[in-house]
């Protein structure tokens, strides 16, 4: 082998070596920021409804299908919580069936009632409300609720237990008199019609996961790729399984599959070194992939863009 061809050999090696050390050896950083999910999605509850009735905004069970069980409550009792059960289902969406266990809202009994100080022929007459609520996106949903029925019912129509179920359902108490939500009972209150409306609204959103970016931030050391990233499920069910893919430029450079995630849970994911075979990135694309309905897919992508003037 000549001189010359020793000494092209040499400068291919060398040119080659360079080129690796260019591609791998990091040698500038570049600081996409972060990016967080505030005001991101075009998912909004109807404005009609009227969540000022409610303990916490937009409260609500997964489904409108509700378990419940009676536990050892007189016939005249069980009798009034079915009576009020039917009378919630006739005027909205909702529907309630019994279970022997694992129920979502449990009606117990006891005797004694309250008589309400300087309010002749109204009584405290019971005790309900939400037990267990998760806080998830737009929502807050009421995993479990009780009734507890202190005293039977002599009126035409049991608001006692109308009163108590209300309260299961999330509804505060009234300011007026006249509704059956008045912090004390009386045979001349009736439901509102604003009651049922915004039971209606509320569960006109379809039962859903909604799996969505919380925040996102990223650093490229040369050609190597730092992030991390939380998804959340903010939807109204569990979610089942995705996947997160990462795009630099559109080129697609990493993904990781994302496990189930309960109501309200959040995952965070670190991933570091991935190595991008591109230099001079201007955009990371992050994208949720899911094979399944959600409340709303457009919190499923997010983007970080490099200012080059930072």
């Known amino acids: 082998m000549g001189w010359k061809a020793v000494l092209s050999y040499l400068i291919g090696l060398l040119l080659i070596a360079l080129l690796v050390f260019y591609l791998i050896v990091p040698l500038n950083n570049i600081d996409f920021g972060s990016w967080s999910s505030s005001g991101n999605s075009n998912f909004s509850i109807n404005s009609s409804v009227n969540t000022s009735m409610q303990f916490y905004p937009n409260l609500r069970y997964s489904y409108t299908n509700i378990s419940y069980r009676i536990i050892n409550c007189s016939i005249k009792r069980i009798d009034d919580m079915n009576t009020a059960f039917a009378a919630i289902q006739n005027v909205t969406s909702l529907q309630f069936y019994p279970v022997a266990n694992n129920e979502q809202i449990s009606v117990a009994c006891d005797y004694g009632a309250q008589i309400a100080e300087g309010q002749p022929g109204y009584f ?25 029925l202190l005293k039977d019912s002599n009126c035409p129509q049991p608001n006692i237990a109308i009163h108590e179920l209300l309260h299961a ?7 007026n008199p006249n509704n059956v939500m008045y912090p004390v009972s009386s045979c001349s209150q009736t439901i509102g019609q604003d009651i049922p409306d915004t039971l209606n609204q509320l569960y006109t ?8 970016f919380e925040n996102i931030s990223a650093v490229m050391n040369g050609p190597y790729l730092n992030m991390n990233f939380t998804v959340k499920n903010n939807g109204l069910i569990d979610a089942p399984a995705a996947t997160v893919d990462v795009y630099a430029d559109n080129n697609h450079v990493y993904n990781i599959q994302l496990n189930p995630l309960s109501i309200g849970e959040g995952r965070r994911i670190f991933v570091t070194s991935v190595f991008v075979l591109q230099k ?22 997010a983007t970080l863009n490099y200012n080059n003037s930072n």
Do not use: C, R, W
């Not at 992050?286 to 992508?301: P, T």
């Open 280 to 301: 001079n990135v201007n955009q990371l694309k992050f994208v949720i992939n899911s094979d399944f309905e959600e409340l709303d897919k457009s919190n499923n992508e």
């Open 205 to 212: 959103y379809p039962s859903l996961p909604d799996l969505a």
């Open 124 to 148: 405290i007459a019971g005790e309900g409300g939400p037990t267990n609520i998760t806080e998830s996106g737009m929502f807050n949903v009421i995993n479990h609720g009780s009734i507890l």
């Open 169 to 175: 359902l999330g509804f505060n108490h009234s300011a």
